[in-house]
């Protein structure tokens, strides 16, 4: 829907069916969504993850589909637990779509069979959380095959789960003739798919977070697409320590000093590093604080922040790109004296004319509490899926999706 797909071909991508492109009256459709929302005492904290997926349900309701969705929903490791049952899920969503949700606290069995068999057009059927059984996590070929009896067509709109390999992400599907990606899935794709494949320049890249470990592949993905990569956080440090300078108790990775050195002579001008930091005495809100250049810093202190001539140096790089793709905070953002550079970047970022793109857990977070959120081009729902998606790696529960 909407989406030109062209700029995937040729780069590795497939153009995937998409779910508007389906003849669904009165088909019984199986959609894997992200219920993944906090339980506060049996109650649905943040629903963001149930809104999202309101498009897409909405849209097979009004085209007659017979609706079996599912999700999973915490780690209960293959075994039922009350306190993660997707009940509560259920009454949310049934209060949001303003209609009834059949739930009979089950994934497969008599129940669910004959509770999929009473379905009329437009209505909602949705099974109990997935990793109640340990098929869904095992990729087990039966529990697939059964998942994939309850429908005719099969539908995916859970991008912060396709990078697993599991019974409902991808055992299941090969049953069907037509997999779909859900509204959500395809918006992903397209934003993300195209800062990997064509994107408008220039193209910045933001990098920070805590360990340069965690994103080695999307260091070196990015590096090969962007622009300019500027780096900050914690992961800037194990960078700052291969250019020799001292870095006191700031959050160095020691065996990946030489990678570090790597990167930075592939990179060469690319590669962006602070100018200068906020160093703490602790690790605490309360520490004594300084505003220093970077390679500056006391015996026994930590660099918790980037300073404001590199949010000045990065901000002059934004606002003259086209696309800014942003992983990973520029400080300990949870702290208010060290969340500065990392909300000043926020604040750019949504004010730049540039197309922007953030994921990581930690970063929509960020820009949540910067309150900018509404103003970034696409706010990625999938941490890990996201991250995989710009290391360059494929997504089995993309992959396995019908070609265009
Ligand atoms: P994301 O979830 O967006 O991928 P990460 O999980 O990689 O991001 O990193 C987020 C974490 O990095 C935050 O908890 C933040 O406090 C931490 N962090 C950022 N800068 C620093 C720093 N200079 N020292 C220690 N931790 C940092
Ligand atoms: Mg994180």
Do not use: C
């Amino acid at each position: 829907m909407g989406y030109n797909h062209a700029f995937v071909a040729g780069n590795g991508f497939m153009k995937k069916l998409g779910v508007a492109d389906l003849e669904v009256k009165g088909r019984r459709v199986f959609v894997r969504v992200d219920f993944n929302v906090p339980l506060e005492s049996g109650v649905v904290g943040d629903e963001t993850r149930i809104r999202e997926t309101l498009p897409t349900l909405r849209l097979l309701i009004e085209r007659g589909a017979k609706l079996v969705v599912a999700s999973h929903l915490g780690r209960p490791k293959g075994k039922p637990m009350a306190e993660l049952s997707l009940a509560p899920v259920g009454e949310r969503l049934s209060s949001l779509l303003g209609r009834p949700v059949k739930f009979v606290g089950e994934i497969a069995g008599p129940s669910v069979d004959e509770a999929v068999g009473k379905l009329v057009e437009g209505d909602l059927f949705l099974l109990e959380n997935l990793r109640f059984d340990p098929g869904e996590e095992a990729n087990d070929p039966l529990f697939a095959k059964k998942l994939a009896s309850t429908a005719e067509i099969y539908v995916n709109d859970a991008f912060g789960a396709a990078h697993r390999a599991h019974a409902s992400t991808e055992g299941m599907v090969k049953h069907f003739r037509l997999a779909a990606a859900g509204l959500l899935m395809e918006k992903e794709l397209h934003y993300l798919g195209m800062a990997l494949s064509s994107p408008p320049r220039p193209f910045v890249g933001l990098l920070g977070g805590a360990k340069v470990s965690d994103k080695i592949d999307v260091v070196r993905s990015l590096l090969s697409k962007v622009d300019r990569l500027l780096i900050g956080g914690g992961m800037a440090y194990t960078f700052v320590r291969a250019k020799g300078l001292p870095t006191g108790k700031s959050l160095v990775e020691e065996d990946k000093i030489e990678l570090a050195r790597e990167l930075l002579s592939e990179g060469g001008a690319k590669l962006g590093l602070p100018q200068d930091h906020v160093v703490a005495s602790r690790f605490d809100a309360s520490a004594e604080t300084r505003t220093l250049p970077i390679g500056e810093i006391p015996d026994g202190w930590m660099g918790l922040d980037i300073g404001p001539a590199t949010v000045a140096a990065y901000g002059e790089q934004i606002r003259k790109s086209k696309l800014v793709v942003w992983n990973g905070p520029m400080g300990v953002f949870e702290m208010e004296p060290f969340a500065n550079g990392t909300v000043k970047l926020a604040e750019i970022v949504a004010e730049s004319d540039a197309t922007s793109i953030v994921g990581g857990g930690d970063s929509v977070a960020a820009v949540g509490r910067a309150g900018v959120a509404d103003r970034i081009t696409h706010v990625s729902t999938g941490g890990g899926a996201s991250l995989e998606f710009l290391a360059g790696e494929k997504l089995p529960g993309v992959e396995v999706l019908t070609d265009a």
